[in-house]
């Protein structure tokens, strides 16, 4: 295995291998278990000792941009999950007492309210990422960290 094939992992950012003669169009991380698209992957840096460098930061691909989802202190100081796309706060939430309604209503009801909000969701991210994405794309971001 020559250090031509020693790629970052775009989920854990630890070096891994791909053989030479990979056909395949994802490889897997060893350490995490991730798998990523061969050809979004950045090559593997050494340091000055000639050790492998652990890569600081999720490797984002050329035309991706960062979607992170983070705890943030919100409104009265509590907790609460935030999605962040390029380092900017999506200004998204739900009306969690109108879901709630929406439950005492009945199975039928509350699925078409989530349906409803997955729409309006996909619609936002798309909008600021200024391009249409849909609800897996948006699933695959929370753990890549790129979309």
């Known amino acids: 295995m020559s250090d031509n094939n020693i790629y970052y992992c775009q989920h854990c950012g630890i070096p891994f291998s791909v053989p030479d003669d990979w056909k395949k169009e994802y490889a897997g991380c060893q350490t995490c278990g991730g798998s ?15 050790q492998w460098v ?21 409104n009265n100081d509590a907790l609460e999950k935030a999605i962040f796309i390029d380092d900017e706060l999506l200004d998204w939430s739900v009306d969690v007492s109108s879901l709630v ?7 039928k009801f509350y699925k078409s309210v989530q ?27 929370t753990i890549m960290g790129w979309i």
């Open 54 to 74: 652990v890569s600081k930061e999720k490797i984002i691909p050329e035309g991706k941009i960062k979607f992170e989802v983070k705890m943030r202190k919100g």
């Open 36 to 50: 990523s698209k061969v050809n979004d992957l950045k090559r593997a840096e050494k340091d000055t000792k000639g």
């Open 115 to 141: 349906r409803d909000i997955e729409k309006h969701f996909t619609e936002s991210v798309s909008e600021v990422v200024g391009r249409k994405v849909d609800a897996e794309e948006i699933k695959k971001a």
């Open 101 to 107: 309604e929406a439950m005492k209503m009945g199975p």
